[in-house]
């Protein structure tokens, strides 16, 4: 039953695929809204046409295209025979699930028998009516024939229309052709400029024919032969034009490619196509004399040449701004060569089409007689940019020549030629004045905003500019919209700019007005890697409500006799619109009185006068207030920013010690006037802050350390509990009076880098090992949150202890002369900590003799400690041989004869297979010897002496370097060696042994 199932669920979707595919993917083959052609048409263009009507004629404007309103159609009216309507035939051999649809209508009551029927064709067959909506006979209204899923070659499409009476109207429109790709479109070809044309005008626009089944088309465009270096492939969309901006220089050659594509790929194969843009004419004057232009002075060019140096300059890189419907004085100054005259002539291409010769181009500065650096008579003359000037850049040519009117494209005269380029400006409609918008109008240090243009037009400004500080202040971006992150509150002003600039901006304040959460935090050091005695306590400072009769008593008259003092921290309202009048923030009665009176911020002094500013933001955020006495005046500052300066010039604000300084009430009176709201971070001081002191404590939480100058009282609002604020200034605790309440609604969220089961959310940790912990802390009273990390290490610098075992003693593994498989035994090791790991260098299999292994232990803080060990490897029974000699050779007694020692060399143990050396004597003279001799089991040695006349002769052998087959030595040499004694000649008888 599953796989039944399954399968229906298949074929389902097949089916759905199948319908969707006919849906979508499709793109536009051909199409017809007639909005190309004027009242009367009976004929398309192209050919062969796009479409006929037949008969063409004979009908007068029976059936035909008409207009409609703002809509262009094609009606029939009052016919007495049928108009057929044919389009031509539209390709369709590289599309499938073609689709053809009309919109059609009637005007009238029709009868039975009037009609306008849809049908099309296939490959040129029978005419098929649409399926949807093909036959509209009789009094219909309106409706769009559709028909489906036509594949084929070829499609044509015929309308047929029939009414005899008037005012009776048929009409269609919007004949659509549509299918889905079945390959890539064909290539283009260009409509303008024609391949290989020249004198192609330098603000003219590319254009091609549209391809059967493009969905866009992709264009390279350049000076370069492969056609790259202006447009590589740009997609352009679905037009079939393109216009290069800025307009394209003059007498250059350019080229082009276009190339279709649609969702199966792109064409292939597409040429490049190639022209040449115009060129202005030629003109120039002679070196033979030394008439010229000196200077030419129009708007912002003020060209001073002097002395003659061409015929003709190019000075087309000095160029200025010009604004239809301006008037603007063109001054022109001559050098003579003497005695002469010299006419001047200034043209101007208004109309950018590469020549001087159009209407209103020339202009006539008159002449100069006998100067050499002199004004026209004409000049100065007043210009005006005439409306119809092509916008844009455009040529200004200055000729001077002898005793003639000279012509824009003269040469070989006595005179000079100068080009200038003139931009050409719309008249500037200027830009309105924008509204602007935030993402955030309020943010956390370190946070961001968009700014964006929430209503306003450009105009003829062409981008809009923001600026920080003012009006054409710092420049921060352009565009609709920007991202700033101000780190302090910032207002911001954008207005248009461009050809046209605005000189009004709009402007939006970003306030940075919450305090992000200060974290500070001191983690102790364990003693071992694996020690659960970590600890990190975290410091957060805790705002303190108040409700009256809430306040903190300093106990002590901090601001009496000050000269200069400084009143800052952070407060938050409750409910500012409803502030209260003589509201108390901090300070000390009847010296400094620093509070709100209603929605009014201000700071009274006894002896310096007082300042008030009334546009404390009305949001009942966290804002940074301050007041500053530096003897000359008094400034209050809100977030950083001076907000007002006022009071009197005083060498002292003031003596009383009858009231204590106070925070949250009891400031501008005695008692009373309690501040409803939060508090955070309050100092007092001595000394008058600048104002980058002040906007550096309004940019975030500052935590006081003491050492702070001219810091009479700094409270860090650290302590969270109980009823003391301690001060940074010993002396200066304050004492909570009533009931002010510290408010906790943080939440801690902790995490072990590495250890992803690791989560804590109390404030401070404790029972935990080394390593590195994070904390996020959150607070919704504040506002921003914050992250931070520290890291609790370890101190461990003491080396483990090791003792290695006894040395080792191992035989050879049978038939080898190595040794494996065997212990080593283990070492004796110890830690204040833990041993992370014990290792050796010893090797799988070890050779005879001696081997020292290297024993490391380590701890778990990386310590080491070494000892070494020594394994032996050596047969059970290590070789020994014993020398001896026959006892049975005697002597021949002859004298020249010869006598045959031997001596007998036995294996007493060790293994069968041995070496040696061997040295014979005869007295104290060797007489034979032999080295690295190979023996097997027991052997005998002999020597050969010839026999002497009457002298004695003693014989010796001693064997040395006795090894075993795996060059084990031999230890017990003491049979070693052996001597024998024989008697001189003619005595008789056996060899007497030593």
Request: charged share 10%.
């Amino acid at each position: 039953m599953a796989f039944t199932q399954n399968k229906f669920l298949l074929i389902l979707l097949i089916v759905l695929l199948s319908n969707i595919s006919s849906v979508f993917g499709q793109v536009t083959i051909w199409s017809e809204d007639f909005n190309s052609y004027s009242d009367g048409t009976q004929q398309g263009s192209g050919t062969p046409p796009k479409w006929i009507i037949n008969p063409t004629s004979g009908y007068g404007n029976h059936f035909e295209v008409r207009s409609s309103g703002s809509n262009i159609l094609v009606q029939g009216r009052n016919m007495n025979q049928e108009g057929v309507f044919t389009s031509e035939t539209i390709d369709i051999s590289s599309f499938s699930n073609v689709v053809v649809s009309v919109d059609v209508s009637k005007l009238g009551n029709a009868g039975a028998s009037d009609y306008v029927k849809l049908y099309y064709k296939i490959d040129g067959g029978t005419e098929t009516l649409f399926e949807t909506n093909g036959d509209n006979s009789g009094n219909f209204t309106s409706a769009t024939a559709t028909t489906n899923q036509l594949n084929g070659n070829s499609v044509t499409v015929v309308i047929r229309v029939y009414n005899n009476a008037n005012p009776k109207r048929h009409r269609f429109d919007n004949v659509l052709v549509q299918g889905t790709p079945t390959s890539p479109p064909s290539c283009t070809t260009p409509i303008s400029p024609a391949d290989g044309l020249t004198g192609f005008a330098v603000d003219g626009s590319l254009t091609w024919n549209p391809v059967a089944g493009a969905t866009g088309y992709y264009i390279h465009f350049g000076t370069d032969a492969a056609a790259t270096n202006i447009e590589n492939g740009t997609d352009l969309g679905n037009v079939t034009s393109y216009t290069p901006t800025p307009d394209l220089d003059f007498l250059t050659d350019y080229y082009w490619k276009i190339v279709p594509y649609n969702g199966i790929g792109s064409a292939s194969g597409c040429s490049v196509w190639s022209f040449t843009t115009e060129a202005y004419c030629s003109s120039s004057g002679n070196m033979d004399y030394l008439d010229c232009v000196t200077l030419v002075n129009f708007n912002t060019i003020n060209n001073a040449t002097g002395v003659k140096t061409a015929g003709y300059n190019d000075y087309t890189a000095i160029s200025t701004n010009v604004t239809v419907g301006n008037s603007y004085n063109l001054t022109v100054n001559l050098n003579t060569d003497g005695n002469y005259t010299n006419y001047a002539m200034v043209w101007i291409d208004w109309n950018n089409n590469g020549d001087f010769s159009d209407t209103g181009e020339e202009f006539d500065l008159g002449t100069a007689t006998n100067v050499t650096d002199g004004a026209t008579t004409n000049s100065p003359l007043s210009i005006t940019i005439p409306a119809g000037a092509a916008i844009g850049t455009t040529r200004m040519r200055v000729s001077t020549k002898y005793n003639l009117a000279p012509t824009s494209c003269e040469n070989d005269f006595d005179g000079e030629v100068e080009d200038y380029t003139i931009n050409i400006q719309s008249a500037c409609n200027a830009p309105d004045v924008p509204t602007l918008s935030a993402s955030a109008a309020t943010i956390c240090a370190g946070g961001s905003s968009t700014l964006s243009i929430a209503s306003g037009n450009l105009n003829d400004a062409d981008h809009w500019q923001w600026y920080s500080g003012s009006c054409g202040g710092t420049a921060v971006g352009t565009g609709t919209s920007i991202i700033v992150s101000p780190t302090t509150t910032t207002t911001y002003y954008a207005r248009g700019e461009g050809i046209c600039d605005g000189t009004v901006c709009g402007s939006i304040t970003v306030t940075i007005a919450d305090i992000q959460i200060p974290l500070t935090a001191t983690p102790n050091t364990v003693d071992c890697p694996n020690s659960t005695n970590g600890t990190i306590d975290l410091s957060v400072p805790f705002p303190i409500q108040f409700n009256d009769p809430d306040y903190i008593d300093i106990g002590s008259t901090l601001l009496s006799n000050q000269g200069a003092f400084t009143l800052e921290g952070w407060v938050k309202t409750d409910d500012f619109a409803n502030m209260p009048n003589r509201t108390s923030l901090f300070g000390q009665n009847d010296v400094v009185e620093f509070f709100f009176n209603g929605s009014t911020l201000m700071c009274w002094t006894a002896s310096g006068g007082s300042v008030s500013i009334g546009t404390y933001p009305p949001d009942n955020q966290w804002h940074h207030v301050a007041a500053v006495g530096n003897g000359a005046d008094i400034r209050l500052y809100i977030d950083g920013t001076l907000v007002a300066t006022g009071g009197i010039s005083t060498t002292n604000y003031g003596a009383n010690t009858t009231y204590s300084s106070k925070i949250g009430a009891g400031v501008v009176d005695p008692t009373g006037g309690v501040f409803p709201g939060q508090m955070l971070k309050v100092g007092f001081y001595s000394t008058a802050l600048t104002a980058a002191e002040i906007s550096s404590l309004a940019s975030g939480y500052y935590e006081y350390t003491g050492s702070e100058t001219g810091l009479l009282a700094g409270y860090n609002f650290f302590e969270g509990t109980g009823t003391t604020l301690g001060s940074e200034i010993t002396g200066t605790d304050g004492t909570f009076s009533g009931s002010p309440t510290w408010i906790d609604n943080y939440t801690y969220a902790w995490t072990k880098t590495g250890d992803p089961g690791f989560s804590e959310t109390t404030q401070d940790l404790s029972g935990v090992g080394p390593g590195t912990y994070t904390v996020s802390v959150t607070n919704p009273s504040l506002g921003c949150d914050n992250t931070d990390s520290w890291t609790i290490n370890y101190s461990d610098t003491e080396d483990p202890t090791i003792i290695c075992p006894a040395t080792v003693v191992v035989a050879p593994d049978p038939g080898l002369c190595t040794a494996s498989g065997f212990g080593l035994g283990s070492p004796t090791v110890s830690d204040n900590c833990g041993i992370a790991s014990l290792t050796n260098d010893g090797p799988t299999t070890y050779p005879m003799g001696n081997t020292i292994v290297t024993w490391t232990v380590t701890d778990d803080a990386g310590n080491t400690a070494t000892c070494t060990q020594t394994v032996t490897v050596e047969p059970a029974n290590i070789i020994d041989i014993r020398v001896e000699d026959l006892g049975s050779s005697c002597q021949s007694g002859e004298t020249g004869s010869q006598t045959t020692i031997t001596w007998d060399i036995t294996l007493v143990q060790g293994s069968t297979d041995w070496t040696y050396d061997y040295t014979i004597k005869e007295g104290t003279t060797d007489v034979a010897t032999g080295t690295n001799q190979n023996a097997t089991g027991n052997i005998t040695i002999s020597y050969i002496m010839n026999n002497a006349t009457s002298t004695d002769k003693t014989y010796t052998i001693k064997l040395a370097n006795v090894k075993d087959n795996c060059g084990v030595a031999e230890t017990n040499t003491d049979n070693n060696s052996d001597s024998v004694t024989l008697y001189g000649v003619p005595n008789t008888g056996n060899i007497i042994p030593d």
